[in-house]
């Protein structure tokens, strides 16, 4: 277990001073911005009541769900998604590339180690980063919920809202690892875990503009709809199962191609 | 000269990635607005009285898909997200590639000072980054040909082009700068593209205030706000501010670069 042991050893403080910042984003919003927008409700239904009945019903039946934890909670998930996104492809990019970063691929694979073994023992210190700061995350979301909803809770959905980051940033995460192992150099971890989270976040805005349903199959951050998790305690398949087979085929392609390639001369 | 024509050959194939980005987002949304603007008239004005924070979180911020204009307006604001990570990418690459390439004894033992090669390497990427806006315009006029947009639209795609170059150059010239400071290239790639998440977070919360006053001034994804460039107007005294910011920082990209120590990683 020595390379889980270097790999973890290597990347864990990154990975907390990440994880630090997405806590401190979803407590930041929810702590500072929550009440104020719960209050802003009493002002929107007093402005509804001087539009159309038909019309202020129809926008009534969404108030509750908007003006609602779950509400606010989806609000951030966008962004949540985005900085977990970016952690999990910094993860993944610097373990699965640092000996081609470095150059020292051949000080890597002449140890009498299976490559299946490394790649084996990376992926598990890449999957218990993730885990740690996942396990953060959806406590610091089911305490922030306890102490900002108001009864009745349900906690079986919030929890599922929140292990959806979890579940999104493993799709980003088979990305990461697929560019790694496929690109012929990465020159930038950042760089490159940067463009993969804002491409899913570019992906997302463009679905959510033009309402395509086409367009969701190839957007990691809405194969899991927090909104859906959070007042209906489900997912919907066929995106779970797209998300599913996504990041199986990513990691079974980059673990063929790490078990074979050629490593290429200096 | 060869040094400038090397530089342009090595970024053609990046530059070649974004631009598809830049060509899908554009033609995807532009072609599909149509279906996206339906009775949005109504809706857009009722919501623009809510309070912003109400706005924000219904994913209205800026939003306004009542009319063609609106609806690019907001396309736009993510072609500004895309031509920031594509800016900081450049910065980054300019200043430090030979030094992840473990190259640098090549190209800085040649008989040129640092100076001069660091200015053929920023002006080649910011060759890039203008085209990258000129094409902007160029697949805006074109997508919004194809879909058969009524009205001239050229002055409003002029302007919010112009304003992609500006947002841009900020953040190309921030990472230059960033890349030049740190020590090691990694570190300094870091801190230019925390500065885009930094200031794209800050962009949200400057959505979710009724006053966001001065926060408006640290994010460039705020300098060319939607509603101002649909009016007609431009904003000039925040052109000004970013170009000021870019001069600034290439200042001190030039200035660190002279004194650093090549070849640390």
Redesign the interface.
């Known amino acids: 277990m020595n390379v889980f042991r270097f790999e973890l050893r290597r990347a864990w403080v990154g990975a907390a001073v990440w994880t630090l910042v997405i806590l401190g984003l979803l407590g930041g919003l929810i702590i500072g911005a929550l009440p104020a927008f719960l209050d802003s409700r009493a002002g929107v239904e007093a402005m509804l009541g001087s539009f159309p009945p038909a019309f202020a019903a129809a926008f009534g039946l969404e108030m509750d769900n908007l003006f609602s934890f779950g509400g606010f909670y989806t609000f951030g998930f966008l962004y949540y998604s985005l900085f977990g996104a970016i952690l999990v492809a910094g993860i993944g990019l610097d373990l699965f590339s640092r000996e081609k970063r470095e150059k020292c691929m051949d000080f890597l694979l002449t140890k009498p180690r299976r490559r299946s073994r490394l790649f084996g023992e990376k992926l598990l210190a890449a999957l218990t980063l993730m885990f740690c700061s996942n396990a953060l995350f959806v406590a610091e979301s089911l305490a922030l919920y306890r102490a900002y909803a108001p009864a009745p809770l349900q906690m079986g959905y919030a929890l599922l809202a929140a292990v959806s980051l979890f579940f999104t940033e493993l799709v980003m995460f088979s990305i990461a690892v697929f560019a790694a192992v496929f690109a012929r150099r990465i020159r930038s971890v950042s760089g490159t875990a940067t463009a993969i989270g804002f491409a899913g976040f570019l992906l997302s805005a463009l679905h959510s503009l033009l309402e395509e349903a086409a367009l969701r199959y190839i957007t990691p951050y809405q194969y899991f709809d927090v909104g859906k998790a959070f007042f209906e305690g489900r997912f919907e398949t066929p995106y779970v199962l797209t998300a599913a087979v996504v990041t199986l085929a990513l990691l079974a392609l980059s673990y063929w191609k790490y078990t074979r390639a050629d490593i290429p001369a200096l | 000269m060869n040094l400038f024509l090397k530089e342009l050959k090595a970024g053609l194939k990046p530059f070649f990635f974004w631009t598809l ?1 830049l060509f899908a ?1 554009i033609f ?2 532009i072609v ?2 149509g ?2 603007m339906a009775d949005g008239a109504f809706m857009t004005e ?1 919501i623009g ?3 912003r ?2 706005i ?4 209205m911020a800026n939003v306004d ?1 009542s009319n063609f204009g609106g609806f690019y307006g ?2 736009m604001q ?1 072609t500004f ?2 031509t920031a ?1 594509y800016g ?2 450049l910065g ?2 300019a200043v430090s ?1 030979e030094s ?3 190259t640098y004894e090549f190209l800085f033992t040649k008989p040129r000072s640092r100076a001069f090669i660091l200015a053929r390497k920023l002006l080649a990427a910011t060759v890039y980054l203008t085209v990258f806006a000129a094409l902007n315009l160029l697949f805006s006029v074109l997508a919004a040909k194809q879909l058969g947009v009524e009205g001239d639209y050229t002055g409003l795609f002029l302007r919010f082009s112009f304003s992609m170059w500006l947002v841009g150059v900020v953040f190309f010239a921030l990472a230059a700068m960033f890349s030049a400071s740190f020590p090691s ?2 570190r300094g ?2 801190a ?3 500065a ?2 930094g200031t794209y ?1 800050l962009a ?1 919360v400057c959505d ?1 205030l009724e006053k966001p006053g001065v926060i408006r001034l640290f994010t460039p994804f705020r300098y060319f706000p939607n509603h101002e460039l649909m009016a007609g107007g431009f904003p000039f005294e925040f052109a000004a501010l970013s170009v000021a910011l870019a001069a600034a920082f290439l200042v001190l990209a030039f200035f660190r670069f002279e004194r650093r120590d090549l070849g640390a990683l």
């Open positions: 980005g987002l995807a949304g599909k607005s279906a996206a009722l009285k809510f309070p924070i109400v924000a979180v219904m994913g898909i907001v396309l993510y997200v895309l990570v900081t990418h980054n690459n590639r992840v390439d473990r290239a990694e790639a870091r230019g593209n925390l885009v998440l977070a949200v979710l």
